[in-house]
Structure formats: structure tokens, C-alpha cells
T-cell receptor, first 114, second 120 residues
Framework: DTEVTQTPKHLVMGMTNKKSLKCEQH?????MYWYKQKAKKPPELMFV???????INESVPSRFSPECPNSSLLNLHLHALQPEDSALYLC?????????????FGDGTRLSIL | AQKITQTQPGMFVQEKEAVTLDCTYD???????LFWYKQPSSGEMIFLIY??????QNATEGRYSLNFQKARKSANLVISASQLGDSAMYFC?????????????????FGPGTSLSVIP
């Protein structure tokens, strides 16, 4: 069992739907991350939140909208996605600062766009 | 810019044998951290082991050890006594910590990964 919980585990949606991915951690971590991962590829960083503020946006299209309501929760709102957005979406968290702090990942949400 | 290279797209190892997964990195920083993650087909990304650039000893965690050669900029993962459950993708990663005023930013750069298959 991971200490970072992601829901749902699987999501199928049409291109006109609006849905949200959720991520929760109770390890007291103040940095949280969203990654997108295609099959057989490494994770690609999308967003970084530091102390509930967006600190990095890796030029992600606006159809992906992150939200950090508090230090334990991270959401990713989805709207008007494209078929190429089908992927595994991973959430991670870590202690802030220092090179020796690993990121802890959730199990991911497998997203399929019809 | 930092970069991670893993030159073995796929590896096979006999059960109970040891295997080494290669990782080289490129950075101009003096202080950095290197990580290895395991990702089974189910998708979860599992942290295995960490090596700091100033650590004099090679890191070990159970059956995992890291062969760190700083001058060569390599951080190879050694798995001893392979088990069937070790079959997975393995990613080498480097953490870049940046400070901008009062805020710290963290990015992790991943290598392309190595797919390990353990043969019974």
C-alpha cells in the first residue's frame, strides 16, 4: 500500500466531459506533483505545488487545471481532453528541499479518452 | 541541463542470479541526489534506493545496492538474488532542488528506463 492515495484508479471519458483526478497524502509533505506517463516511457512532469502554491507548470495545455485546496490534497481537473491525453497520471509528494528526499508516488489513474 | 541515460532498454536475468542495471548522468551541480524507482506493470512507482553525491559509501537497501562512481558519473543498480517479482521497469532519476528566494522548487529528472524480466 502506498502512502499517496489516488482516485479513481481507472477513468474513461469522452472528449466533451469534465472530470477530476484526486490525490491525497498525510505524510506532512509540502511539495506535491502531477506527472503524465505514456506506456514504456518515463513520467513527464506536469505541475509542482510548493506550500499549496503552483511553482512549476511545464507548459501544460489549459485543458488540464490543477488545484491544491490544502496541504494534503491535490486535484487535476480535466476538460475537453484529446485522445492523445490517454495515459497514466501519477501524483507524488515529497518533503520540501534537499537532494536526499525521495518523491513518494501514488498508484496512478489510468485515463482513457474516447 | 541535467540528463539521465539508461542504455539497456531490456534485460533478462535468471532467477536467483544478480543483475546490474546501468545509469549514467550529467550535471554541473556539485550537490545532487540519485534515486532508483521500480514500476511493475500495475503502474505504481516504488522508491528503492537513494545515493547522495557527497556520500562516501555506496547505498544499500536489502537486496538492492548502488554502485556509485562519481568520477564516471554513473550510479548502477545491483539487484542480488533476483526474484520473479523483480520483473518490472526500473527508472534511474536525479533530483534537482532549486531555491528562488523564499521558495524551494523540486524537479526530478527520470531516465528512459530499463525493462527487467526475471526468468524462472
Amino acid at each position: 500500500d502506498t502512502e499517496v492515495t489516488q482516485t479513481p484508479k481507472h477513468l474513461v471519458m469522452g472528449m466533451t466531459n469534465k472530470k477530476s483526478l484526486k490525490c491525497e497524502q498525510h505524510m506532512g509533505h509540502r511539495a506535491m506533483y502531477w506527472y503524465k506517463q505514456k506506456a514504456k516511457k518515463p513520467p513527464e512532469l506536469m505541475f509542482v505545488y510548493s506550500y499549496e502554491k503552483l511553482s512549476i507548470n511545464e507548459s501544460v495545455p489549459s485543458r488540464f487545471s490543477p488545484e491544491c485546496p490544502n496541504s494534503s490534497l491535490l486535484n487535476l481537473h480535466l476538460h475537453a481532453l484529446q485522445p492523445e491525453d490517454s495515459a497514466l497520471y501519477l501524483c507524488a509528494s515529497s518533503l520540501q528541499g534537499g537532494h536526499n528526499q525521495p518523491q513518494h508516488f501514488g498508484d496512478g489513474t489510468r485515463l482513457s479518452i474516447l | 541541463a541535467q540528463k539521465i541515460t539508461q542504455t539497456q532498454p531490456g534485460m533478462f536475468v535468471q532467477e536467483k542470479e544478480a543483475v546490474t542495471l546501468d545509469c549514467t548522468y550529467d550535471t554541473s551541480d556539485q550537490s545532487y541526489g540519485l534515486f532508483w524507482y521500480k514500476q511493475p506493470s500495475s503502474g505504481e512507482m516504488i522508491f528503492l534506493i537513494y545515493q547522495g553525491s557527497y556520500d562516501e559509501q555506496n547505498a544499500t537497501e536489502g537486496r538492492y545496492s548502488l554502485n556509485f562512481q562519481k568520477a564516471r558519473k554513473s550510479a548502477n543498480l545491483v539487484i542480488s538474488a533476483s526474484q520473479l517479482g523483480d520483473s518490472a521497469m526500473y527508472f534511474c532519476a536525479m533530483r534537482e532542488a532549486l531555491d528562488r528566494g523564499k521558495t524551494s522548487y523540486d524537479k526530478v529528472i527520470f531516465g528512459p528506463g530499463t525493462s527487467l524480466s526475471v526468468i524462472p
